[in-house]
């Protein structure tokens, strides 16, 4: 069960709100056709599958990343690959709910 929490990001309450308006930023890390028919106002699009490439990219931000995608799970992935090269990274679950709670 730890593991999944840690992937999924359960457990804890994590303000986004908060998080946002101290310069987090919100990386959708669904495909590009996912991504241009809806998403969170102001967020980045990565897929998940090219994350990898745009670490150092999101290093350079030196801000908390929030993921998202359609379910949760993609940017539970991403949320642990950034995780692990250092990055402070929230798993925002599924974009659609992360936007209801933002507004």
């Given at each position: 069960?730890?593991?999944?929490?840690?992937?999924?990001?359960?457990?804890?309450t994590v303000?986004?709100?908060?998080?946002?308006?101290?310069?987090?930023?919100?990386?959708?890390?669904?495909?590009?056709?996912?991504?241009?028919?809806?998403?969170?106002?102001?967020?980045?699009?990565?897929?998940?599958?090219?994350?990898?490439?745009?670490?150092?990219?999101?290093?350079?931000?030196?801000?908390?990343?929030?993921?998202?995608?359609?379910?949760?799970?993609?940017?539970?992935?991403?949320?642990?690959?950034?995780?692990?090269?250092?990055?402070?990274?929230?798993?925002?679950?599924?974009?659609?709910?992360?936007?209801?709670?933002?507004?």
């Amino acid at each position: 069960m730890g593991f999944l929490q840690r992937l999924f990001g359960g457990g804890t309450t994590v303000n986004y709100k908060e998080l946002l308006t101290k310069g987090a930023i919100v990386v959708d890390v669904r495909t590009p056709a996912e991504f241009n028919s809806g998403h969170v106002k102001g967020s980045v699009n990565i897929p998940l599958d090219s994350i990898r490439t745009r670490i150092q990219e999101l290093k350079n931000k030196n801000v908390p990343v929030i993921t998202c995608c359609r379910s949760g799970a993609r940017s539970g992935s991403a949320k642990s690959i950034l995780s692990e090269s250092g990055i402070e990274c929230y798993n925002g679950g599924p974009w659609d709910s992360l936007q209801q709670q933002l507004l």
